[in-house]
């Protein structure tokens, strides 16, 4: 399977990678998303969640289970490619080179963890742009909410779970604080707009447009 680049010619309004972050309440949220998913959704995701660093993570491994993309752990040099789940390891940063590729670092914790959504959303915006989704799921403090914020001025979609469907939703509502969230979204409805933004019939036919999804029934809400 081919690897996406950041720098291939798109078509008007397309993605090219999705990042969800979480914390506490992570496995559930990830696992809710995932195992919606069809096994030919066109885009890489990365996933990151705030973990015991002295702990190997099992999470790949629990996620392969439940859903049909391929779920692995995220390597120094990987390229993303449509269909897999790159998943962050414990205690390491998990970034997007400028080519495209990952990169783990070691550089201190930001927000008092690593990996840190905020420096993972910050490399994407700087890298994918206007192509990039940010997605900020359960979790306690406030990592991300600066990522968002990163995503946001270079035009990518912003998407937070609703506070009532988290197990802790103290990163959602920093995230939403900031104003830079788009849709704020019940955990059951992530799924469903990631195809729709993804698909072949994708939703936003211009950049910065966003009045597909502004158009569709019931999938906004707290």
């Not at 359960?138 to 998407?159: F, L, N, V």
């Amino acid at each position: 399977m081919q690897a996406t680049r950041p720098s291939e010619e798109e078509s008007e309004g397309s993605f090219g990678v999705v990042a969800l972050a979480a914390s506490a309440g992570g496995l559930e949220a990830f696992s809710a998303i995932l195992s919606a998913l069809p096994a030919g959704f066109p885009v890489p995701i990365l996933l990151l969640q705030h973990m015991n660093l002295e702990r190997p993570s099992v999470l790949p491994d629990l996620l392969s289970r439940i859903t049909r993309l391929t779920v692995k752990a995220a390597q120094p040099g990987d390229r993303l490619a449509p269909g897999h789940v790159y998943a962050a390891p414990p205690g390491r940063h998990l970034l997007v080179r400028p080519d495209g590729a990952l990169a783990l670092s070691d550089a201190p914790m930001v927000n008092c963890v690593r990996p840190a959504a905020d420096l993972l959303f910050e490399s994407l915006a700087s890298v994918y742009g206007r192509r990039a989704v940010a997605v900020v799921l359960s979790g306690r403090g406030c990592d991300g909410a600066r990522g968002i914020e990163a995503i946001r001025r270079q035009g990518g979609m912003t998407i937070a779970q609703s506070e009532k469907t988290c197990k802790a939703p103290d990163m959602p509502a920093a995230a939403i604080e900031t104003g830079c969230v788009e849709m704020v979204l019940p955990l059951g409805k992530i799924a469903p707009v990631l195809e729709m933004l993804a698909g072949p019939d994708r939703v936003f036919q211009k950049p910065g447009s966003r009045q597909g999804l502004q158009g569709q029934q019931g999938l906004q809400g707290r």
